[in-house]
């Protein structure tokens, strides 16, 4: 099975990612991959079925994705869009502590679609906001947290940018292998 098809399979819609990526590309605003999809770009993959995208603008934006079907609603710092009939969630952040990581986004390939993705060091940055932010779900920053302890598993160089007492499970892993933070 292609990781288009597994994608297809998990949403129930084939086109779903690549229509979201191409009504970023249109805008022709720099934009870029976060989340748990990118998260994956680094680390084992883990199923998701969310889409978490940063854009330095948004600026038609919502009509390119509504021209491509999707079902979009706006709030202040983000815009979710959702095709009919698909579980796939596309969340777009219009956030300016996220304008810089569209710049320093790598090139890569996530279930099948090439696109930029947030650096490793913005991806963490991004997810100790989350951490941070008082409105997220338990449930939610239960899953940042272990995106940070994937990260840091496989790319210890990560440890040093994770405040110390924030995670116990990364505190333990610091200790184990004698990073200083």
């Known amino acids: 099975m292609s990781e288009e098809e597994f994608l297809a399979a998990l949403t129930g819609n084939a086109s779903d990612l690549r229509l979201a990526i191409e009504a970023l590309r249109s805008t022709g ?9 990118a998260v994956n770009r680094y680390v084992e993959p883990v199923v998701t079925l969310d889409a978490d995208f940063a854009i330095a603008a948004a600026g038609g934006l919502v009509e390119a ?3 491509r079907g999707f079902r979009v609603q706006e709030f202040p710092h983000s815009i979710n869009a959702q095709l009919p009939g698909s579980r796939l969630r596309v969340q777009i952040t219009v956030n300016s502590r996220y304008a810089g990581f569209p710049g320093r986004a790598v090139p890569g390939q996530v279930l099948g679609h090439e696109m930029p993705v947030a650096s490793l060091a913005d991806l963490v940055q991004g997810k100790l906001w989350a951490l941070h932010d008082p409105e997220r779900r338990s449930s939610k920053k239960a899953k940042d947290e272990a ?3 994937r990260i840091c598993e496989s790319h210890p160089a990560m440890l040093v940018l994770i405040p110390v007492g924030l995670i116990q499970r990364i505190d333990m892993m610091r200790d184990e292998s004698g990073v200083k933070s």
Not at 29 to 37: A, H, R, V, Y
């Open 29 to 37: 605003q720099p934009f870029c991959l976060i989340g748990g999809l």
């Open 65 to 67: 994705l509504a021209a």
């Open 147 to 149: 995106d940070l302890v």
